[in-house]
């Protein structure tokens, strides 16, 4: 079962803007990953925040964690047209033998030059 | 540096045949090793993976099966396929779970 919902669905904005993107979970996590889909190709990892820590930042990337919320939020500042792709969180079981990630459905950004 | 490889890229297969797809990793040992399905738009599905040598672990009951001869390699197989097999399907690994996962770059397969 999918726990990660990110929310909204589909966002459009201006390049230059930011671009917040939300996603929550129904469970106990280790951590909570964000990536990175370009249409067509593989997923690239953007950070990893671990459920002890509430920010995180990398490059134009800053990502928070509110375990008390399950929620999480990546924030992309001065987007840009390259920026165009979808944006999957996944969370990181914290039961014992957890070793796979439960992926959402994404959000779809368009960056509009 | 560890890579990656996921090969055909692009498969166009009749209901019924036999299906392999392979996933090699480099530069890295004892990898865990995953088989995701992603639906047109949608997330990812895991299906399958594993910890080690001949250790499959399934998520979702299908006609599909894994297999993992080498430490290194990772196989999804099918007797037969449905229409309902097509879709995006991506490997991945990680060093060790449920850490950070690097994807392929994905098997588009068409079942017609």
């Known amino acids: 079962s999918q726990q990660g919902e990110e929310d909204p669905q589909a966002l459009s904005i201006q390049e230059g803007e930011n671009a917040t993107m939300n996603c929550s979970y129904k469970t106990s996590i280790n951590n909570l990953q964000w990536y990175r889909q370009n249409s067509g190709r593989g997923l690239v990892h953007l950070i990893l925040i671990r459920s002890n820590e509430r920010e995180k930042h990398s490059g134009r990337l800053r990502v928070t964690l509110d375990t008390s919320k399950k929620s999480s939020s990546l924030l992309i500042t001065a987007s840009r047209a390259a920026d165009t792709a979808s944006y999957f969180c996944a969370t990181g079981g914290s039961g014992a033998g957890s070793y796979q990630l439960t992926f959402g459905k994404g959000t779809k950004l368009s960056v509009i030059p | 540096s560890q890579t990656i490889h996921q090969w055909p890229a692009t498969l166009v297969q009749p209901v019924g045949s036999p299906l392999s797809l392979e996933c090699t990793v480099e530069?890295?040992?004892?990898?865990?090793l995953y088989w995701y399905r992603q639906a047109a738009g949608r997330g990812l599905q895991l299906l399958f993976y594993s910890v080690g040598i001949g250790q499959i672990s399934s998520e979702v009951p299908q006609n599909l099966s894994a297999s993992r001869p080498q430490d290194r390699q990772f196989i999804l197989s099918s007797k037969k396929l449905l229409l309902s097999d097509s879709g995006f399907y991506l490997c991945?690994?990680?060093?060790?779970?449920?850490?950070?996962?690097?994807f392929g770059p994905g098997t588009r397969l068409t079942v017609l």
């Open positions: 991945a690994w990680s060093a060790r779970g449920p850490d950070t996962q690097y």
């Open positions: 530069g890295t040992s004892n990898p865990n």
